[in-house]
């Protein structure tokens, strides 16, 4: 502790972040005191240049929209790789659906929305022509159970 004032308080008074009763304490304490003031002033003086370090570092490794913008779509692309097969979707949402709807309405559901889609059957699914089936499927959901329902089905069913 340096003249009754904590070094706490002296973070504090250099942030700026002290309460105006003790900021001005310690600015009453720097006025009649030569050593603390020329500490204070080596401290902001410190505190400035770290701070327009700090600014260059930023400015050096500031990223620019366009290259966000192109990672970011590289790591979808990535995710989209590695998405879960047609197979185990397909599971997962006759899964859901058997809660939502029973396993033999599940099973036909699922049967005719492939039907209706450019797939034509089940067995036959794609990544390619999962979407119209998805599509499809979440119109016969929405009939059977609703719109929650087929929000749930519309979640879950994302490849």
């Known amino acids: 502790m340096r003249h009754e004032i904590s070094p706490e308080t002296w973070e504090d008074y250099m942030e700026n972040t002290l309460a105006a009763a003790e900021r001005n ?3 009453a304490h720097l006025e009649a005191c030569a050593e603390c003031r020329a500490m204070a002033a080596q401290a902001s ?10 600014r260059q570092i930023n400015a050096a490794w500031a990223v620019s929209d366009e290259k966000l913008e192109t990672a970011w779509q590289a790591a979808l692309a990535q995710l989209k790789a590695e998405a879960v097969p047609v197979r185990e979707r397909l599971d ?13 309405t599940a099973a036909q559901a699922l049967q005719a929305a492939a039907a209706e889609s450019p797939a034509r059957s089940l067995a036959r699914l794609t990544r390619e022509n999962w979407e119209p089936f998805l599509r499809s499927l979440l119109a016969i959901v929405r009939a059977l159970c609703g719109r929650t329902g087929a929000r749930l089905i519309l979640e879950s069913g994302q490849l």
């Open 25 to 27: 304490r310690v600015s």
């Open 45 to 54: 003086h410190s505190t400035a240049r770290l701070h327009g370090t700090a």
């Open 92 to 104: 997962e949402l006759e899964a859901t659906m058997t809660v939502l709807c029973g396993a033999h």
